[in-house]
Every structure is written in structure tokens, then in C-alpha cells.
């Protein structure tokens, strides 16, 4: 770990889950867009040191004491336990503001812990409507340096091997909930009657959702479709995953919930064509038949139905492909997401300052 000047520190992003999940990806997304506005540093597990500025917790304990307000930013329940301690066991001087994406209401320990933070942020509308007052509507941002349309030369440098010469994709992990079945069920329907179009499967399975994608690979041999429905498997490089959108027509999000659903943003910066369900933030942004197009959850009548439309239209699935570019690169750019928490976080420490 690297020597770090605490005395530039203005921002403590707490990472204490066990787990690599959706809250550390987004995390090391904004991240560095956040450098360039504060000093703000991640703390605790599965942070990547090469993408953002980590301190120890050593560093933490020792150095950020009692010379200044910081913010502690916490996104999950421990990150806000932790942060309560330090605050009113410790008289560490930290403002706590927690960001809670989560669509149900919370459990009254939950409930106890969110009393205490200073400002609470949700990504979006549906998440905010299961807290008990209003907070501060941020989005989650993609960043369109790293994701962005192909070009012939990306198609040619980027090794990327599609089954077919148009493309239908969904990312994330092998599972029921994820809606990877009806994604399944509904390429096989029709595949059957366009030959020019494959399908990928972007992610991995965990060993006890094993027996489920065996069963999905199963229904591709019965249907004889194996050569044009692929499952690549877990992506060792997550650079990758760009050049996977960038090689995609269509996008489809199949989700039966979601906590915001950023894939389905990531596909439109590609401009890629976007097929989601009725889950997470998507109703938010996606107009039906505009920009992408909304279907009910569990369907995968509702998915073909959607994709018949944009694999027989390439005027039509170019057009709504545009459109979801234009709003991207217009309004959920990570540039965007890094600005309004700067705001929460100016808005927070001049309160404080102005009372010392």
C-alpha cells in the first residue's frame, strides 16, 4: 500500500462486503470520475487499487481522525454501522451519507441505521419511493470512453467472434432471476426462422445455478442451434466486456429485479438496440418504442415478440438504437453521477465547516 497524504482526504468510500457484487462495479466506476473533483479514497475489500485510490485501514485509523470533516460514504449496512461507530463511539469527525438502491422497504435495523446518516442518494425514483422521506436523486453514469459504438476498425482489431453476422446478447450471471431462461426460450423461437442472427450468453454461473444452465444448453441442442446460440462463459478480462456490446445488435436486460440495471445503459452508449423488463430504473429512462422497448418480467412472448420487430426493421432497430446513444451521452454519463454526489458532498462539509 502506497503512502497516502490523509491531510487531502475528503471523501471515504467504504467497501466492508465479503463479496464482489453491483455495488463495487459501480463503485470503481465513479470512482475515479470523483477524483477529479475531491479527495476521496476506497477503504476495505474487493476495490481494485489499479482503477481507484485505496487507503488502508491503518492509513484510515491513524490519519483521518479528528483534523477535519470528511464524508463517509456508505452503500451497504455495515458500511453504515461501521461509520456510526466512528462518529458517535470514536468522535471521528465524518459526515454519513448512504446511497440505497434497494426496491423494498427496509427492515427496521435498516431503518435505525439509514436515522443517522446526514443525506441519503438513490439512483432512481422506484428506489426512493421505499424510503420514508424524499432524498437526493442521483443516476448511476456510464462511461462513454469505455463504452461506445463500433467502428470498422473496432470490428476488425477487437477479436471479438460472433456466431452470426447479426447478433442478440444478454450479460450477467446464468440464473433464474436474472431472466436468462426467457432469453433462452425466446432467441430459439426466432432463430428458427432468421438465419443471418446469433445469440450470446455473457457471463458465468455460480456452482449451484450449474444444473440450470446445463438445462438452458439442453434446450439449444434440442432446438439444433448450438452453433448459433453461444455461452462464453466467465470473461477473465472485463475489458472485454465493451468489445462484447460493441459486437451486439441487440441487447436484451430480462431481469425480474433489479436495484438500478446498468447493463441496459452500458448497451445503448454501445448503441446497441435495448429489449428490458419492466424492472429497476429501466421504466425510468426507456420509452417504449422510442429508445428501446419494455416488456412484463418473466415473458419471453413478450421478448420475441419485441425482437421479431427490430430483426426484420434494420431502419427501425438502427433508429431506436440512436435514440438511446443521444440519451445516454446527454443525461447518464458518469460524468453526470460524479457532479450531483459533488453536490450533496459540497452542500454537507460547508454546512459543517461554517459551524467550526
Not at 454501522?81 to 470514536?90: A, D, E, P, Q, S
Not at 438513490?122 to 426512493?128: E, F, G, Q, V
Not at 444448453?217 to 462464453?232: C, H, N, P, W
Amino acid at each position: 500500500m502506497s503512502k497516502v497524504d490523509t491531510k487531502k482526504i475528503d471523501v471515504i468510500a467504504p467497501s466492508l462486503g465479503r463479496r464482489f457484487s453491483g455495488i463495487n462495479a459501480s463503485m470503481m466506476a465513479v470512482i475515479p470520475e470523483q477524483t477529479k473533483l475531491t479527495g476521496i479514497v476506497g477503504l476495505g475489500l474487493n476495490l481494485d487499487s489499479n482503477k481507484v485510490p485505496v487507503i488502508s485501514f491503518k492509513q484510515f485509523l491513524f490519519g483521518c481522525w479528528r483534523d477535519k470533516w470528511r464524508i463517509w460514504h456508505a452503500r451497504r449496512n455495515i458500511d453504515m454501522l461501521t461509520g456510526i461507530i466512528l462518529k458517535y463511539v470514536f468522535r471521528y469527525k465524518i459526515v454519513l451519507v448512504f446511497t440505497s438502491v434497494a426496491q423494498r422497504y427496509h427492515k427496521s435495523l435498516t431503518k435505525f441505521y439509514i436515522n443517522q446518516m446526514s443525506e441519503i442518494i438513490c439512483p432512481s425514483n422506484i428506489s426512493a419511493s421505499y424510503l420514508e422521506y424524499k432524498p437526493n436523486i442521483v443516476p448511476h453514469g456510464v462511461n462513454t470512453s469505455i463504452f461506445y459504438p463500433s467502428t470498422s476498425e473496432d470490428k476488425q482489431s477487437e477479436n471479438i467472434v460472433v456466431p452470426c453476422e447479426n447478433t442478440i446478447g444478454i450479460f450477467g450471471r446464468i440464473r433464474k432471476s436474472k431472466g436468462t431462461e426467457e432469453f433462452i426460450d425466446a432467441v430459439i423461437k426466432v432463430l428458427q426462422h432468421h438465419d443471418n442472427w446469433g445469440a450470446v450468453v455473457i457471463g458465468e454461473s455460480t456452482p449451484k445455478d450449474l444444473e440450470f444452465k446445463k438445462m438452458l444448453e439442453d434446450k439449444v441442442l434440442k432446438a439444433g442451434l448450438e452453433s448459433r446460440i453461444v455461452f462464453t462463459g466467465f470473461l477473465k478480462d472485463s475489458a472485454e466486456i465493451p468489445k462484447w456490446y460493441r459486437a451486439i445488435d441487440i441487447v436484451v436486460c430480462a431481469s425480474h429485479n433489479e436495484g438500478f440495471g446498468l447493463p441496459a445503459l452500458e448497451a445503448m452508449a454501445s448503441k446497441c438496440s435495448v429489449i428490458a423488463t419492466k424492472a429497476g430504473a429501466w421504466p425510468e429512462f426507456i420509452t417504449d418504442g422510442e429508445n428501446g422497448y419494455l416488456v412484463d418480467t418473466k415473458s419471453s412472448e413478450q421478448i420475441a415478440e419485441k425482437l421479431e420487430i427490430l430483426m426484420s426493421n434494420d431502419s427501425l432497430r438502427n433508429q431506436i438504437a440512436q435514440n438511446g446513444y443521444n440519451l445516454v451521452t446527454s443525461k447518464y454519463k458518469i460524468e453526470n453521477e460524479a457532479e450531483g454526489i459533488q453536490e450533496i458532498y459540497d452542500k454537507l462539509l460547508a454546512e459543517k465547516n461554517k459551524g467550526c
